[in-house]
């Protein structure tokens, strides 16, 4: 069973009075037939193309795509198959694991791309993201338990239009040593007031190696674990069956995507030893529990029901622990 985390689209009513007014002076001055060419050629602002299953091919950004303040672009056609240091499934693997995009999603793509950042401003540290090459990943269409509330007639939140939540994990380091998360302005799953957006250091999850601290008791197992000195804890897993009283127990926790710099450390948690459902008339707690470790390494996060991107790596994610490397 594992424990739960402790965890601008433009404004375009003023384009679209200025259109207007051009259209009507242009009908004034030489008809209507010859103002569709002109309003457009004179348009400063084009509406920007936000992401879909079709923006990435062949494990790089095919066309421009926005996100907020965030631009992704085509990367040259001379780039190679592998960028920064890392294939496309390599760098998958990154994203899948980042703790910003855990749990369902509709959608999500993946690619290589040229990424430039507007005004938001980046984490201290990131470089000046302007045409910079990077993996990018988005994800949305985020998948919510919420609770059956009907909102008052007078409630704001129904004269506001739905806008979607994109997540996107850019990795610009070399060998994935560096990334940030932006999340664009949008409706929470469960609906409400905007929020974002917001643009904040990306966090990997890891499976982690520990021991037992000390004999299983109350239903739990107290383990110690190592982990980097820049972790924090994400959750645990007891896993198995109280019937053969063995289990597979994980520790998972969550660090900076340039973890290697950081130091050993060691910590204690209790692990919850959860009974099956298949098991209800088993004993709550089990006599003489025999503890096996979970794969250690990278833990995929991110679940998609359509994802996009390369080859047939391109398939449905699910939640699960990812070698190393």
């Given amino acids: 069973m594992k424990t739960p985390p402790i965890t601008h689209l433009m404004e375009t009513h003023r384009l679209l009075r200025g259109i207007v007014v051009g259209v009507a002076f242009c009908a004034m001055a030489s008809g209507l037939s010859a103002c569709g060419s002109v309003a457009a050629a004179h348009d400063p602002h084009p509406a920007p193309r936000s992401p879909s299953v079709s923006a990435v091919l062949d494990g790089r950004y095919d066309r421009d795509v926005t996100v907020g303040e965030l631009q992704i672009s085509p990367p040259p056609t001379e780039v190679t198959t592998k960028n920064l240091g890392l294939t496309w499934p390599q760098a998958t693997k990154l994203f899948e694991a980042t703790s910003a995009v855990q749990g369902s999603h509709a959608q999500a793509i993946f690619g290589y791309g040229l990424v430039t950042l507007g005004n938001s401003k980046a984490p201290p540290g990131t470089p000046p993201l302007d045409h910079r090459g990077a993996w990018v990943g988005i994800a949305w269409g985020g998948v919510a338990n919420c609770p059956a509330v009907i909102p008052p007639k007078s409630s704001s939140s129904t004269k506001t239009s739905y806008r979607p939540i994109y997540t996107a994990v850019v990795i610009y380091g070399q060998g994935g040593s560096g990334a940030v998360v932006y999340t664009s302005r949008g409706t929470p799953p469960c609906g ?129 622990p990812l070698p190393n490397g």
């Fill in 192 to 320: 409400g007031p905007l929020i974002g957006p917001k643009i904040a250091p990306a966090r990997e999850v890891l499976s982690v190696p520990w021991q037992p601290a000390s004999v299983p008791r109350g239903g739990s197992a107290p383990v110690t674990y190592q982990a980097p000195s820049c972790s924090k804890l994400f959750s645990t897993i007891g896993d198995g069956n109280l019937r053969s009283d063995l289990f597979k127990i994980g520790v998972e926790v969550t660090v900076p995507f340039d973890y290697v710099k950081c130091g050993i450390t060691t910590g204690r948690t209790d692990v919850f030893l959860a009974p099956p459902s298949t098991t209800p008339t088993a004993p709550a707690v089990p006599l003489h529990p025999i503890l096996t470790h979970a794969p250690t390494g990278l833990v995929r996060v991110l679940e998609a029901g359509d994802f996009s991107g390369s080859g047939s790596h391109a398939s449905p994610t699910s939640s699960s």
